[in-house]
């Protein structure tokens, strides 16, 4: 039986890196921390809270809620996922710049049949990469400026653990996609770890929430293995 941690950190993990559930471990990736890289960004984070629908080869579904509030300067990104017998939780505060995600506090907690651990990053385990959570809402925002179009651009974060990733990226066109929870208009981001390219996730965006999935895919050998589908959302403007 995997361990917890494994098992509901690759659920979570499913939204940003391109490893299935209890297969491999939890991503690793960097976004620039205090360090001003890449281009300036012009998406204007709300807060949303939206619920999906996670379904994988060979596992139960899985339920995840996601939420973004605003607290004073800072934006703060809950995730929690619970699958059978197993839950898990992520929570990310981070900081909004003209050059990309500053995280400054970053927390989650894993539990399998009782069995668990909890995890931390705070102080300059995030000075120069940003956490999961925070780094998936700026490939959002990077995807909602019309970024890395023409070529594949690179995001690196960390993970729970705060060991370094990477994800290379290019965004699509825009579609409409029918959902559980209704029709939208999304912007669409193909990413795919360097090292195993033979994985890709497809991710859809809204175009006008920035760190709001819409849809997640993820393809292993040219077959879709895995696929998340928002069933609900709350906007409170």
């Not at 281009?39 to 809270?49: D, G, I, K, L, Q």
């Not at 939780?89 to 970053?106: K, M, N």
């Not at 690179?154 to 290019?170: A, I, K």
Request: glycine share 6%; aromatic share 6%.
């Amino acid at each position: 039986m995997p361990h917890p941690s494994r098992l509901l950190s690759s659920v979570l993990l499913l939204l940003l890196t391109l490893a299935l559930v209890a297969a491999l471990p939890g991503a690793h990736a960097a976004v620039p921390g205090r360090k001003a890289v890449g281009p300036e960004h012009s998406a204007v984070p709300r807060p949303f809270t939206a619920n999906y629908r996670l379904e994988v080869r060979g596992w139960p579904n899985a339920t995840i809620e996601h939420r973004l509030t605003r607290e004073d300067d800072h934006w703060q990104s809950r995730m929690s996922a619970a699958i059978a017998v197993a839950k898990g939780r992520e929570r990310s505060r981070f900081i909004v710049e003209p050059q990309g995600v500053r995280s400054v506090h970053y927390a989650s907690g894993y539990s399998l049949l009782g069995l668990g651990g909890d995890y931390r990053l705070t102080g300059e385990a995030l000075a120069e990469r940003p956490d999961r959570q925070a780094a998936l809402f700026e490939l959002s925002r990077r995807a909602l400026t019309g970024d890395c179009q023409d070529a594949a651009c690179r995001l690196d974060y960390q993970d729970h653990r705060g060991r370094e990733e990477r994800l290379d990226y290019r965004v699509l066109d825009r579609e409409t996609i029918a959902l559980p929870a209704g029709e939208f208009e999304a912007v669409r981001v193909e990413a795919i770890d360097p090292e195993k390219p033979e994985r890709r996730l497809l991710f859809s965006f809204h175009p006008e929430f920035p760190g709001l999935l819409l849809a997640v895919e993820y393809h292993r050998d040219g077959q879709r293995q895995s696929r998340l589908s928002l069933t609900e959302l709350a906007r409170p403007d």
